[in-house]
């Protein structure tokens, strides 16, 4: 069975990974080109922001998927050869991580929660592979800032030690320059 080529690129807050995802996106064939969103409106700012990334998006014929849970559920609206593009791991990741948080009842605090969310993540980064040509993944690197959340650190390297064995690039962005470490 034939499987996707799978980019994984990383970065600072605003290093020009986005941006620089979308090129690859776009110079890499000419079928369709979808971009799963993972954000949350959560205030007045990030709605806007939500919005103004959808207008640019249908602008430029993308097709969005906005999954900010359970990924496995964008498999179905995936087609053979597609050019995906996944923003971003860091959103999903506090999303899954925190679910719960206006209860008091998070997954991060509830035993095999968190693990069960990966290993369908996994599976489903498996999937999609098996049907799209590209599978491009964006990650904000935090790993270097000061410490607010161990737990989400933790859990952001071994995502990305696990992207980054997977893929067949994986670059690093910085100042808006791309560093190909893989």
Known sequence: MAR????????????????????????FGETRKVYIASGQAYDEEMKERIERHRDDRLQDNWYTIEQAHKMENAIEKLQPHDLVLWDCVTTWLANELYEGWETGNMCVDKAGCMEAKWTRL?????????AVDLLTIVSNEVLDDFVRDE????????IHIWLVEKADQAIEMENGLAFRRK
């Open 4 to 27: 996707g080529e799978l980019i994984f690129i990383s970065g600072g807050v605003r290093s020009g990974k986005s941006a620089y995802a979308e090129t690859i996106v776009r110079t």
């Open 122 to 130: 996994q599976e489903t980064i498996d999937q999609m592979l098996t």
């Open 151 to 158: 737990r989400y650190q933790a859990w952001l390297g071994n």
